[in-house]
């Protein structure tokens, strides 16, 4: 399965070097900004998919400071509301949609072909494509900020008719810069499917493939499944604010509420695409600092392929204050309680593959196992959340923003925070600098715990989401969580001076960079070479 | 999984053009529709987009003929193919399902009907029907007349139906190696792609100026153009695939055994069909 790399291939004698693509196929591999804007190798894609998932992470963490910082008191002290608005909505949208998406992509374009043999991912040029729509999607999208009227700030659900018959008019502009997002999401959770479909190494079964590849087979037909509802529904959108049509509006018999039902059947798939993945990651790590074989793997692969399912029955629970009728209320909040198995055959695998494992605690483990205990409190209280009578009291309040907070924040993002770590080795050939990185989890952790654990409390006692200003018995809690949060925001300096210490030197990893990795990409040498398994491996299956 | 060998393509520069292409046309519609300017700026786009997908193509298809694919890339593309089909049917799936939410709960619970027909006090005059003809707000007109699904509809429906059958019997010529069947077979597929289009193009002239229904007109006129008019933008593209289909063959690209383009072309046509088919059901009929 070498690949076939044009320059050694007859075709380049039997047609003439002018076609555009074909002539540069010709050539050495441009150098310079050329070769990050031309590249087809997954590895290098990825990489491009790292950086910017980082950048858009400050971004939006900036616009999350900018949110606490005029929360720090009660008053309105440093932005007027309209502004405040808009940073949260913003806050949300490049978080979700150009920071852990992205992370995820990135992760996946570096490591599914390295963990099934691939020599690349199935089709290369449409990956350079698909990320090379979110630097387009994204700076149209922060260009809103700038057009008159403001940007969208309406929150990052953008329910009608908030953005349709009071929304700004920069509203256009988002609704194409999410087309454009959509669009790449699409074309890339395309690619990741024919990849792991069809670019095993020969003698990899499916259930042979890590947790982390079937992770993202689940995830990525997810994708597929949902954002065209995603498109579909901001098409509706579109045309309600620009064509006079009356989709979300009552007075001409469209239903603002079916907003509400077709974004969150994109909704609620949409946010386990921001944890599957983070599973397939921690199912690798604790494995490896166990040093003992992941317990439960085919259990694993089911639990996921549950949780996906359940997705596409469970989104009204956002909606359960909205006025539905008795009988939704009940099947939503039993369908979204059953999610919770499932997830405990997750939880309750990892804890019983550390069961008598050798542990030890480098980096990654350390993310690893602070996303099994903190993602856990976010998923408990999803499940206080579940309860829709009990979710008469805390909808829209704090303790929905504690709750996504501890599973998108402690969960996915340190998950990919623990991806990166374990997987730096093979990118770049030295081991992350242990004590920088110590200093980054611990202080990441207390600082998370400090900004989203006194939410869960404000919330409880009646603090509305949304708001740029509250009542003074809040203020505690309030402090205590932007002091946390700007905690958390400088921490991941220390993460990106541990990234770009471990890119330019460190210890030498060798290929197998950690004793108990099992998995195909430690066959590789390390930093892994541009070009690997050209030829496909012989694949040794163990019994899981 | 094969042992074969797998192409690899060095670098291109068709996927970044594409995303500044798309961008460029992205921002010039939003011009266009925010600012009532920029319609050079969105047609330049479009038109990009257009070259660069053409370029794109025309080096696949260059590489395909070059030899340089096997068997393994052969599934990539029509695995990413059929999961692409999968993401239009969902697609529209989402029109079909606030089609459905509409017709079933929203407009029943507005007249007083159902777990929710509390929401009849927003307008107690109001009557649900579907059709609906009369808004529940008086300020929005309704449509005038309503189409009856066994005139121009039917006469649709028959026209794509036998198209999608035209093409299975030039699909069938190819594969037995008959270009001749092929290429009048795809030629009839294409006369027919082009007059159910100009049909849908009647049917909109009188929706607009003898029956009032138009995209203000209500949910009614909404979902009516919502579906009919992707599906119709779907349908045009369809054919567009079709008519470089035929240039193809004319060109004596395909063989018998190797020509996956023509045959996902097929399969784009039969998803357009198929969508059809709901919407003659549950736009027109019923």
Known sequence: MAPKLPPHHPVEQSTSATAGGQASAHHAPPRGILRWLLTTNHKEIGSLYLIFSLIMFFIGGIFALVVRAELFQPGLQLVNPEFFNQMTTMHGLIMVFAAVMPAFTGLANWMIPLQIGAPDMALPRLNNFSFWLLPVAFLLLLSTLLMPGGGPNFGWTFYAPLSTTYAPPSTTFFILSLHIAGISSILGAINIVATIINMRAPGMRMMDMPLFVWTWLITAFLLIAVMPVLAGVITMMLMDINFGTHFFNAAGGGDPVLFQHLFWFFGHPEVYIMILPAFGIVSAIIPTFARKRLFGYASMVYATASIAILSFLVWAHHMFVVGLPLAAELFFMYTTMIIAVPTGVKVFNWITTLFRGSITFEPPMLFALAFVVLFTIGGFSGLMLAIAPADFQYHDTYFVVAHFHYVLVPGAVFAIMAGVYYWLPKWTGHYPNVKLAQWHFWLSVIGVNLTFFPMHFAGLAGMPRRIPDYALQFADFNLVSSLGAFMFGASQLVFVAVVILCVRGGEKAPAKAWEGAEDLEWSVPSPAPLHTFETPPTFQRHEH | ?286
Request: net charge negative; glycine share 10%.
């Open chain 2, 1 to 286: 999984m094969s042992g074969g060998s797998y192409y690899v393509p060095s670098t291109s520069k068709w996927p970044i053009l594409g995303s500044l292409a798309l961008g460029l046309m992205m921002i010039g519609t939003g011009m266009v529709l925010v600012h009532d300017r920029g319609t050079p700026i969105m047609t330049l786009g479009l038109l990009a987009v257009l070259a660069v997908m053409g370029f794109w193509f025309r080096d696949v298809v260059k590489e395909s003929r070059g030899g340089l694919y096997d068997a393994q890339m052969d599934r990539s593309f029509r695995q990413g193919m059929g999961w692409f089909i999968f993401s239009e049917v969902m697609f529209f799936a989402a029109f079909f399902g606030a089609l459905f939410y509409i017709r079933t709960f929203a407009l029943p619970w507005l007249d007083g009907e159902g777990a929710k027909g509390v929401a009849a006090l927003l307008w107690p005059e109001f009557t649900a029907s579907w059709p609906l003809m009369s808004p529940p707000d008086t300020a929005v007109a309704g449509p005038r007349d309503t189409f009856s699904p066994w005139q121009l509809p039917l006469v649709n429906t028959l026209i794509l139906v036998a198209s999608s059958i035209t093409l299975t019997v030039a699909h069938e010529g190819l594969k037995e190696g008959h270009r001749d069947t092929t290429r009048n077979w795809l030629f009839a597929t294409l006369l027919l792609a082009i007059s159910f289009i100009t049909i849908q193009g009647v049917e909109y002239y009188e929706a607009y100026v003898h029956y009032g229904i138009t995209l203000e007109a209500g949910i009614y006129g909404a979902t009516f153009f919502l579906l009919t008019g992707f599906h119709g933008a779907h349908v045009i593209i369809g054919a567009t695939i079709l008519a470089v289909m035929l240039v193809r063959v004319l060109r004596g690209h395909f063989s018998s055994d190797n020509h996956f383009g023509f045959e996902a072309a097929c399969w784009y046509w039969h998803f357009v069909d198929v969508v059809w088919i709901g919407l003659f059901l549950f736009v027109y009929v019923f």
